[in-house]
């Protein structure tokens, strides 16, 4: 897989595509409940908190594969309509 550079950025970029909704939904599964964001909350259920903010994080880094990836491919599409759009002389 690391001999094609290309297989793998888009083998990441597709796995990430796949894990940042997953972590999502599982970082706002586990978040304690409530609406504030009062202090007593955070003493009641440290465990919860703790492991729904590493659940955020993990998304957050999950979604820069994302992004790369789809900007790539909008780039290669980008380049191809450019250059079928060119009026031939």
């Known amino acids: 897989m690391l001999k094609n550079p290309d297989l793998f950025r888009k083998t990441v970029a597709g796995a990430a595509m796949l894990a940042w909704p997953v972590l999502l939904g599982l970082a706002f599964l586990t978040s304690p409940p409530g609406t504030e964001h009062d202090p007593a909350v955070f003493r009641a259920s440290p465990v919860q908190v703790q492991a729904s903010a590493l659940l955020f994080q993990w998304a957050t880094v999950c979604l820069v594969p994302v992004i790369l990836g789809l900007a790539h ?11 079928s759009a060119r009026p031939s002389a």
């Open 73 to 83: 491919l909008l780039r290669t599409r980008a380049r191809a309509r450019a250059t």
